[in-house]
């Protein structure tokens, strides 16, 4: 059911984030071409509110892009001290603020948002400890976080993530696998 030529949006806080998803996607669904990114480009600030404020715009251009083909959107934000579903609540609630419908269960939307940061995932990923209640300090380059990014992509279409996995990263698993039901 993968589509020959899906538009891709990526809507994103900063270049790891971006990184990490266009490698997931280079394992997941190579034919999802083009792909343009929204993320957060000025210094400092809050990204997390930037994607938060960016998402119910980005939702509504989706949803025009459905109507003259196949159209994907892929949202990606921290937790950082909330809970993964108050975040995920806070992007409902932005929608709601600005009437734009929230996404419904059919449309091809995938929220990532990984505890703290994706530093969470990319050590998990790469075989270290890793706690989704602790902040983790950055250390992966943007090339660093290809290997890892694209074993998630592997493991997601296999259903096998590596025990224990972040719960965070089962869900954004669970997301994916739902474009292709």
């Not at 996607?25 to 997390?48: D, F, H, M, Q």
């Amino acid at each position: 059911m993968t589509p020959r030529s899906a538009k891709v949006v990526i809507l994103c806080e900063d270049d790891q984030q971006e990184a990490f998803i266009r490698q997931f996607l280079k394992v997941w669904a190579r034919n999802w071409e083009p792909i343009r990114t929204n993320k957060n480009r000025s210094p400092g600030g809050s990204g997390e509110q930037w994607v938060r404020e960016q998402f119910p715009a980005e939702l509504q251009a989706h949803r025009s892009r459905e109507k003259r083909g196949r159209s994907v959107l892929i949202v990606m934000t921290d937790a950082d001290k909330f809970k993964v579903s108050q975040r995920a609540k806070q992007l409902l609630k932005e929608c709601e603020k600005t009437a734009v419908d929230a996404p419904r269960e059919n449309e091809a939307v995938v929220i990532a948002i990984p505890k703290w940061s994706v530093e969470t995932w990319l050590r998990y990923l790469d075989g270290q400890e890793f706690d989704e209640n602790k902040q983790t300090a950055p250390h992966y380059s943007l090339v660093a976080s290809k290997k890892p990014a694209r074993s998630l992509a592997a493991m997601c279409k296999s259903n096998k993530l590596r025990a224990p996995a972040p719960k965070s990263l089962e869900l954004v698993c669970d997301g994916f696998k739902t474009l292709f039901k």
